[in-house]
């Protein structure tokens, strides 16, 4: 990325969310509407480096790799226009941000500045609208399209079973993806089992439950460019709350999302072919347990196939 510094002429607007696949791809909504309210500006993304073909598909966006708060955000103090948090409203986003001395910061209310209240239980792409209207940005929480994949689907007309999930608290137990799968591939389905390289012995396990062959798993195997691709290109996605499900949402693709710590009110896909399965009543709520939510556990391998005869995906 061309070097940033106090001499570079064009004025420079700063994001920062620097979290995982799911979080910018419920951020586009306000990220279109920065893109269009700041037209003259270098749009920066400040992010893991490894979102990079994501981020092409929203428009108009460099990223700036940044791993996270624990590290300064790598650019030179003073070269930035305005900052916009997009991260949290805690001490340590606020941080990260101030510190690189932006003219003006996008944020939520802190002792030190005005804005919107933070609120808990609205949904995330409202969340985020909400604050740049409050700044007299204009913003619509429906606006989630992303651009055409830049590949095309090395699996068209697939239905993906994304067996894998950040944290222990969303893992559906995986005798009940493999017979998930089972059935759909008995009924005529081209399943495929993605997922990231880490989880690639988990989705060899699932194939296996489920009597289907090895060439048949892509956790793994896949750059982020292909997987989205064939989310994109897909017949229908079965997933945790993951990036896999949000990727369903902005492409339209037919999906049915388990959800367990975390609330579909809050995360949960806009309308379309999607089906959220969940026991809000049983939900422990903790995202970094390294078991299963009895949210998630609720959700049977019988409720899953009912959902998918509801979407009747083509």
């Not at 893991?48 to 791993?67: F, I, K, R, S």
């Not at 989630?144 to 067996?163: E, I, K, Q, W």
Request: hydrophobic letters at 45%.
């Amino acid at each position: 990325m061309e070097a940033l510094n106090g001499k570079h002429e064009q004025p420079v607007l700063l994001v920062l969310r620097a979290l995982k696949l799911g979080d910018l791809l419920v951020a586009v909504p306000a990220l279109r509407a920065l893109r269009r309210a700041y037209p003259e500006h270098r749009l920066l993304y400040a992010a893991q480096d490894w979102l990079e073909d994501a981020l092409e598909l929203v428009g108009g966006y460099e990223l700036l790799p940044t791993h996270g708060l624990d590290v300064p955000i790598p650019i030179e103090t003073g070269t930035v226009d305005i900052a916009v948090n997009l991260h949290g409203s805690g001490p340590e986003s606020e941080a990260r941000l101030a510190a690189v001395q932006p003219r003006t910061i996008v944020g939520h209310q802190t002792p030190e500045r005005p804005g919107p209240a933070w609120l808990e239980g609205i949904h995330e792409r409202e969340r985020w609208t909400r604050l740049l209207q409050w700044h007299g940005i204009d913003a619509e929480p429906d606006d989630f399209r992303l651009l055409p994949p830049a590949v095309s689907s090395l699996c068209p007309g697939a239905t993906v079973v994304h067996v894998g999930a950040a944290y222990g608290s969303r893992l559906w137990p995986e005798d009940r993806f493999a017979e998930v799968a089972r059935t759909l591939s008995e009924d005529g389905h081209q399943v495929v089992f993605t997922g990231s390289s880490a989880e690639r012995p988990r989705a060899l396990h699932v194939a296996r439950l489920a009597g289907l062959p090895e060439d048949q798993v892509l956790a793994g195997r896949l750059r982020l460019a292909e997987f989205m691709a064939a989310v994109a290109e897909s017949r229908l996605v079965v997933s945790a709350d993951t990036g896999a499900a949000h990727l369903a949402s902005a492409y339209s693709r037919p999906s049915v999302v388990l959800f367990g710590p975390a609330p579909a009110e809050v995360w949960g896909p806009p309308p379309g072919p999607h089906i959220v399965l969940t026991d809000a009543q049983a939900r422990r709520g903790d995202t970094f347990a390294a078991t299963p939510d009895p949210a998630l556990l609720a959700v049977t391998v019988e409720d899953v196939l009912a959902a998918v005869g509801q979407l009747r995906p083509v």
